[in-house]
Every structure is written in structure tokens, then in C-alpha cells.
């Protein structure tokens, strides 16, 4: 049987409007700035994808309710771009438009400015995958502001007959939509639903986060950014007092100008190939670093017909100082010093500059034929299971050059075909694509079709995304593809149910959004208990309920989830309440729930009497002497009495007024 048809994306369970969530996440190597790998250590810090390559983006989440906090930041000394007021007479006018226009532009602040330019008091951002024909489908909140951020689906799709049925479904709900697309989407014939968008001048933008006089230089410089972001990095870096001349180094542009001219000056086939490798070996040791480049030489010498086999390692008279060589005569090249878990000091091999990585791999895209890219494809098939990280992160940066390139590597890792290594090296990299716009929705999109179309090694790979950094991104989307893949289980080769338990148990520790897994389990809980429904379809709900539930690290995430909101202790009680219920799980609900409140911490008794009050008021009537009295016959079973936590639940429980 094929999983129920998805629902329209609906923006449920965000946090309440009054109560700031704090859904940012800082990227890993931030948490986990050093790593052991099977064959070194990796300094994630030397290879974020952070602006400055200190600190590191932060990974929010993409869909469901804006916080306000983010539409603040987007109305602040915002700069009306040319064509804004163009798009802002459309809105008004159709309560629809479309953004079309390159990367960087300011499209997705211009929406949200937008839509509470119109009066739009609550703003939601749906996930980049809907189809128009959700679109026409879906409901909408009267007076909500709608956001579709970097949608990218096939052509065919958005025909002017299919954009006139969303017109007139948000016209008659009485609401908002914007949506953001790449300067390739195509414009429907009609063109009254896009608008061709066009970035705001630089100096403007400098001009209104940084009031001051500047060099004649920095004009110049101004002229060649194609990115809003790049201009308010700028602007923060000379408001932290940094001289004009050391501010504009970071600057996208000018990075690029840099790995340019140094491709220009024709390097060696050797700095060249240094240079390649470590584009996927950023923040590795220096003896890692060299093994991994050891290797791309001989792939590259087996690639290439004209370089004789040990050519670019022939012997010499005298000992070639290649690791001083590396520093002192390639300025894309650098090392940072950091001191490990072990407070020892390590080095990291980096590029000079952050920005310079995607640069690099952009110009040996341009400039290197088939023979390179395939010795770097076979070289990268071996080195990906032994050095997950680095790769990953290299991935992403290439996915970001040529989607094209990176996309076979990922299908190949992620179905198995270089081991369990591989496959972890392929979820690593959409995690790495997920910091970065619009690498994350295309991240999304991958992620989702491994998990609905994919073999069962890419559909488990698929999964594992969703668990992590992917279902930080984009929750909603993570936890509907994991109860589609719970109802296709036998279609992974993995225990999916226990997959959507770390994607909880991520939500509770790192975000605010945890909500969203618990209300989509109720849904189907609910759905499927009406007498009409599937039966089987129940019996998976119950059991993916139950993994959520007993989901922990320390103590239950259900537990912290309670103890950040408090308020959503009905639900978490009419969860617990369909697994106590259901016999076949009763008695490992009894156990889950036993060790949550044992190891429930400070919070344990208050969690307890609240729980036991909202499960009184949602169990049969029969039930709480019934469980009251299975909690007894487990306890004598294992020879350990009910502790003072469990008991306070249960005399709760069982006052409850009985039928109430």
C-alpha cells in the first residue's frame, strides 16, 4: 500500500507570537568545532560557511510561522530596491506576486517588507516544494502574509492558467502570497504574476548601515557586488573598526577577482592540484591534508595522457620541502592554529580567505576539462568514507558551482555503492548545503526524492537528512516525508520510526519547533481511530508515537519539550494517552514512560502531577485504575517499588473525577 496522499503544507505548531523562539542553531563546527575522524582530525572551524570564517551562519528554520524578530531585522534601514514599488502596486492590486531575479538580490527581505507593507500582521513561510496546484488548494489565514522562498519546481508547473487558480484562491481567502524564484524560472505568458527583480544599488545599502565618508576605492569596489548580503557584512566589519582595505578581502567579488588572477598567472599542474584538493580537505592536519592530495595525483596522472605516470612526484636530487613550499608560494593557501580536546596545538589547513573555496572550484570548473573532473570523481569515491567531513563540506561548496557535478556523486554515496562511509558522507553534505540559501532547498529537494523514489539505501539516507540539519531547515517537510517513509518502512533499510524519534529529539534540544512532530503524530492518531480509517495506518501511528515518546538523550526529549512549554502538556498527554491505551504497546509504554519521570530531573514531580491531571482528562474512565494497577505488577516484576515521581502521577491520576 502507498503512503496517504500528503497534505497541503499548513504552517502548524510554531511558537506563539508572544514568546521568541530561539530556533537558531549554530553550525556544527561551532558545537563540535573539533572532530576525530577514522584517519584524523577535522577543525570544522577552518571550513565553515560563515562569512567571516570565524563565526559561522546560523541555521534557522525555513518554513512555518516568521518570528518577528526576523521581520524586524528585514524592516530595518531596509532600502527600497527599483522595481519594490512596481511589486508592492501588484500585491496590492492581485495579492499575489512572484520575484524573479538572481541570488542575493534581496528578494526574500524585499517579500517580507512587502507583505506588511499590505497589512499583513502574521507572516508564514511555506516550504520551497509546493506545487501551484497546492498553492490553489491550501487554506489561508484572512489577512496572513504568505512567503515561498526560493521555489524552484518544473516549468511546466507554472502555466498562467495555473497562476490564475492561486490568484483567485488567495483572493478569496482574503490573504497574501509572495514568492521568490531564480532569474531562470520562465515568466508566464501573461505577465501579470512576475516581476523581474532587480538588486538595490550597493552605496545605498552601505550608505544606510554605515553613515560615513569612505575612500574613492571603496566606490570602486561597490561596483562589482552582485550580493545585498556581502554589502551588510561590509558595513559590520567597518563599524568593527577594520580599515577599508582589509573589509573588502571578504567580499565576494573581490574574492573571486583574487582566485582569478592567481588561476590567470598559470600555477603548476602541482599548485593547481593542491589547491583542488583542498577544496575538499579544508580544516584537515597537514598529514591528512597531504595523503588526501597524494592520492588525487596518481587519479589525476591516470586521467591525464599527458603527464607520464610519476611525473609530478619524480624523485629529485634534494628533498623537496613541499609543506613549506604549500604556505610560502601559494597566497590562496593558509593555516590556523587551534588547541584540540586535549588542549594540545593542532594546525588546520584552510583557504587564506573563506570565500576563496567556492571561488577555486568555480574556476577549475571554467577552466579544467572531462579528464580532471573524472580523476577527481574516482579520487573523491575513494576518499569519502575516510574522510566524511571535509568532503561533505567541499561537496556542498561544489553543489553550489555545478549542482550538476555534485548531484551523481551524492545519488552514488547515498545508495551504498562506497559503503557505509559514503552513504554518511552523502547526508553530511546536504547538512552542509542546509546553511546556505539556496543551496538548502535544493538540499530539500534531494533529500525528498531519495526518501519517496530512491532505493531503500537512499530512502534510509534520505531519512537520516531529514533527522538532522535538513529537519532543523525545513521541519515540517522532515516530519511529513518521515511518517510517509513509516508508513513505507519496508521500503528502507533502516528502522524509520526510531529516525523520526532523533528528528524529535534534534527539534526539542536545538529549536523551538518540536511541536510541529508531536502535532503531526496527533493528526494521524485522530485520523485513523475513526472507525472508516485503515487500521494498519493506526497501528504505525501508535508506534512511531511511541518512539517519539521514549526518544532521550539523558533524560526523555519529551520531557524537555514540557519543560519549554509547558502549555502544550494536553498534547503531550493525548499522545501518551494512544500508546498507554493500545494493549499491544502498553507494556513498553509503561516502561518509557516509568524511566522518563525516574530521570526527569529538578522538573520530575510538577511534569508528573500536570501529566497525570491531562491524562485523567483524556483517558476512557476505566483506565486509570487499570494503569494504576499494571504500574503495580511491573514494579513487583522487576523488584523495583514505584518511586515518589510515578506515584505522584498515579494518585493524580486516579482522583480524577471519574468520566470528567
Not at 430 to 448: C, D, G, I
Request: with cysteine.
Amino acid at each position: 500500500m502507498t503512503a496517504e496522499p500528503e497534505p497541503p503544507d499548513q504552517p502548524v505548531e510554531d511558537p506563539p507570537p508572544d514568546k521568541e523562539a530561539p530556533n537558531t542553531l549554530e553550525h556544527p563546527g561551532a558545537l563540535h568545532s573539533v572532530r576525530n575522524t577514522m584517519s584524523g582530525t577535522f577543525y570544522m572551524n577552518a571550513a565553515n560557511f560563515g562569512v567571516d570564517g570565524v563565526s559561522a551562519s546560523p541555521l534557522t528554520r525555513a518554513t512555518g510561522r516568521v518570528q518577528e524578530s526576523v521581520v524586524r531585522a528585514a524592516l530595518d534601514r531596509f532600502v527600497t530596491p527599483p522595481r519594490f514599488d512596481a511589486a508592492l502596486g501588484r500585491l496590492h492590486r492581485d495579492r499575489v506576486v512572484v520575484l524573479r531575479g538572481l541570488r542575493g538580490s534581496g528578494k526574500r527581505t524585499a517579500a517580507l517588507t512587502m507583505l506588511r507593507e499590505v497589512g499583513a500582521s502574521t507572516l508564514y513561510a511555506l516550504s520551497p516544494q509546493v506545487t501551484l496546484s497546492e498553492l490553489a488548494q491550501r487554506d489561508y489565514d484572512r489577512g496572513a502574509g504568505y512567503l515561498v522562498a526560493d521555489r524552484r519546481v518544473a516549468d511546466a508547473d507554472d502555466s498562467d492558467f495555473d497562476w490564475g487558480l492561486v490568484r483567485d484562491r488567495v483572493q478569496d481567502e482574503g490573504a497574501y502570497l509572495v514568492a521568490t524564484v531564480g532569474n531562470e524560472a520562465s515568466n508566464p505568458a501573461d505577465g501579470t504574476t512576475h516581476v523581474d527583480w532587480v538588486m538595490v544599488e550597493p552605496e545605498r545599502v552601505l550608505r544606510a548601515h554605515w553613515p560615513h565618508e569612505w575612500p574613492e576605492t571603496l566606490h570602486e569596489v561597490l561596483c562589482s557586488v552582485n550580493r545585498v548580503s556581502d554589502v551588510i557584512e561590509l558595513a559590520r566589519r567597518l563599524a568593527a573598526g577594520e580599515s577599508p582595505d582589509a573589509a573588502v578581502t571578504h567580499l565576494d567579488g573581490r574574492a573571486g577577482d583574487v582566485v582569478a588572477d592567481w588561476f590567470a598567472a598559470g600555477p603548476t599542474r602541482r599548485q593547481v592540484l593542491e589547491v583542488a584538493a583542498l577544496a575538499f580537505a579544508v580544516g584537515t592536519d597537514e598529514r591528512t591534508y597531504e595523503s588526501m592530495l597524494h592520492k588525487l595525483v596518481e587519479h589525476y596522472e591516470h586521467h591525464d595522457p599527458e603527464v607520464r605516470p610519476g611525473e609530478l612526484a619524480a624523485v629529485e636530487d634534494r628533498l623537496r620541502q613541499r609543506r613549506s613550499t604549500l604556505f610560502n608560494e601559494n597566497e590562496l593557501v593558509s593555516a590556523v592554529r587551534y588547541r584540540d580536546q586535549y588542549g594540545a596545538e593542532q594546525t588546520a589547513l584552510c583557504f587564506t580567505v573563506p570565500a576563496y573555496h567556492r571561488h577555486v572550484l568555480a574556476q577549475l570548473w571554467a577552466r579544467l576539462d572531462v579528464r580532471f573532473w573524472d580523476a577527481v570523481r574516482d579520487w573523491l569515491n575513494g576518499v569519502a568514507g575516510r574522510h566524511g567531513d571535509p568532503v561533505a563540506v567541499g561537496l556542498a561548496e561544489l553543489a553550489d558551482v555545478s549542482f550538476g557535478e555534485a548531484l551523481p556523486l551524492l545519488e552514488r554515496w547515498a545508495g551504498g555503492e562506497v559503503g557505509a562511509g559514503g552513504q554518511h558522507t552523502a547526508v553530511q553534505t546536504l547538512w552542509a548545503m542546509a546553511y546556505r540559501e539556496p543551496l538548502a532547498s535544493a538540499a530539500l529537494r534531494v533529500a525528498t526524492s531519495w526518501v519517496t523514489r530512491g532505493s531503500p539505501a537512499r530512502r534510509w539516507a534520505g531519512a537520516m537528512a531529514f533527522s538532522g540539519d535538513i529537519g532543523v531547515r525545513y521541519p515540517h517537510d522532515a516530519a511529513n516525508r518521515l511518517w510517509q517513509l513509516c508508513v513505507q518502512s519496508h521500503t528502507a533499510s533502516g528502522n524509520v520510526e526510531m529516525v523520526l524519534a532523533a528528528l524529535f529529539s534534534r527539534l526539542v534540544h536545538d529549536t523551538a519547533d518540536a511541536g510541529i512532530v508531536l502535532s503531526v503524530l496527533r493528526t494521524k492518531l485522530r485520523r485513523f481511530s475513526r472507525s472508516s480509517a485503515d487500521r494498519r495506518l493506526l497501528v504505525i501511528a501508535i508506534r512511531a508515537t511511541l518512539a517519539v515518546l521514549s526518544a532521550r538523550d539523558g533524560r526523555a526529549a519529551f520531557v524537555e519539550f514540557l519543560v519549554s512549554a509547558p502549555d502544550r502538556i494536553d498534547l503531550v498527554a493525548e499522545l501518551w494517552a494512544s500508546v498507554l491505551c493500545y494493549r499491544p504497546t502498553r507494556l513498553a509504554a509503561l516502561t518509557a514512560l516509568r524511566q522518563a519521570l525516574d530521570t526527569a530531573g529538578p522538573d520530575a514531580l510538577d511534569i508528573a502531577e500536570r501529566l497525570g491531571r491531562a491524562l485523567g482528562a483524556t483517558l476512557p474512565p476505566d483506565e486509570p485504575p487499570a494503569l494504576r494497577s499494571d504500574f503495580q505488577t511491573l514494579a513487583a516484576r522487576k523488584g523495583v517499588p514505584i518511586g515518589p515521581v510515578l506515584a505522584a502521577l498515579l494518585t493524580v491520576l486516579t482522583e480524577f473525577p471519574t468520566g470528567a
